[in-house]
């Protein structure tokens, strides 16, 4: 029996669409759970900032998703604008319980063809093989659960997308993929003396008064 695992994702996240086009080794080992949240209430909840609101960071996370796309030799093209909102289509991925068929649909109609979500919901609902007047999500039921799924993310310690819950251990970005597999072959990983001494590390900043 697969070990299970959860798999956080927005789709406002590139990184997230490159993740699900390399998730394939993992799923050989994992039973991966796909769980929607809404990445810019999981900032807010950490009072942290996004890579599009620095525009050094923004530059870099975006030309480095294009090199690892051509890396992957997956098609990659970027929205004609980023961020968009993303709350709309998370909360009908959640409403639909969205399997990773859909959710591969999803990105792709996002990070591989370009498309808006926000802009352009008729074809993106159309993509995901919805009817292209589905209504974006009212009900005040599934808006509470979108934020009720990030909170418990942030309470299980996840702070971006993509990210893999194994147990208590998190697992951050599409960069993370070999570092799990290690971690399900020595699930002791984490009590090896560097890591601990790591995690023992000072930071002079919680320190500081206040």
């Known amino acids: ?42 900032l807010r909840l950490q009072d942290n900032r996004g890579p599009a609101e620095v525009p050094e960071k923004r530059a870099h996370t975006y030309t480095f998703c294009v090199w690892k796309a051509k890396q992957l030799n997956i098609p990659f093209r970027f929205p004609k604008r980023h961020p968009f909102a993303s709350a709309a289509a998370q909360r009908l991925l959640l409403e639909k319980n969205a399997d990773f068929n859909m959710i591969d649909r999803a990105f792709d109609f996002v990070w ?3 498309g ?16 292209e007047d589905t209504p974006k999500p009212q009900d005040e039921i599934i808006k509470q659960a979108l934020i009720k799924a990030t909170e418990d993310a942030a309470n299980h310690g996840i702070f971006g997308v993509p990210s893999i ?12 993929i ?33």
């Open 1 to 42: 029996m697969k070990q299970r695992a959860y798999f956080y994702y927005d789709i406002i996240s590139p990184y997230a669409y490159l993740f699900l086009k390399m998730r394939g080794v993992l799923e050989k080992r994992l039973d991966l759970i796909p769980v929607p949240i809404f990445f810019p209430g999981l």
């Open 112 to 114: 591989g063809q370009g």
């Open 116 to 131: 808006d979500p926000e802009l352009d919901w008729d074809k993106f609902c159309k993509a995901i093989h919805l009817p």
């Open 165 to 176: 819950r194994i147990n208590r251990q998190v697992f951050w970005g599409c960069d993370s």
């Open 178 to 210: 070999d570092w799990i597999l290690e971690f399900l072959d020595k699930p002791d990983l984490f009590s090896e003396p560097a890591y601990r001494d790591a995690l023992m590390t000072i930071n002079p900043l919680l320190n500081k008064a206040r």
